[in-house]
Nanobody, 115 residues
Framework: QVRLVESGGGLVQAGGSLRLSCAAS????????MGWYRQVPGNQRELVAS???????NYADSVKGRFTISRDNAKNTVYLQMNSLKPEDTAIYYC?????????WGQGTQVTVSS
């Protein structure tokens, strides 16, 4: 059974930073491309950053230069360092494979950026 557990969210002022973590179990983590997604209630979930098994990285234009995705295959963990946060970054953040597997979605972690 695949389990993805996100952590590290919280409330931060605009301009601040947060580091999200996602611990994976039940999958062969090292061979999967992983992504961080976010969703605002009423909107579609969007992919904000992804990293392949060999470290190729892509970012959504809205987060380029501010967010950094990384992974530690030995720990089955993917990270998202978020700097220079903006109120529009407020959302629930999820990790999943890229592309996302329908049955892998976890609870996510709430990120709230105050202005």
């Amino acid at each position: 059974q695949v389990r993805l557990v996100e952590s590290g969210g919280g409330l931060v002022q605009a301009g601040g930073s947060l580091r999200l973590s996602c611990a994976a179990s039940g999958i062969i983590f090292g061979i999967n491309a992983m992504g961080w997604y976010r969703q605002v209630p009423g909107n579609q979930r969007e992919l904000v950053a992804s990293i392949t098994s060999i470290g190729k990285i892509n970012y959504a234009d809205s987060v380029k230069g501010r967010f950094t995705i990384s992974r530690d295959n030995a720990k089955n963990t993917v990270y998202l360092q978020m700097n220079s946060l903006k109120p529009e970054d407020t959302a629930i953040y999820y990790c999943n494979t890229d592309p996302g597997h329908a049955s892998y979605w976890g609870q996510g972690t709430q990120v709230t950026v105050s202005s």
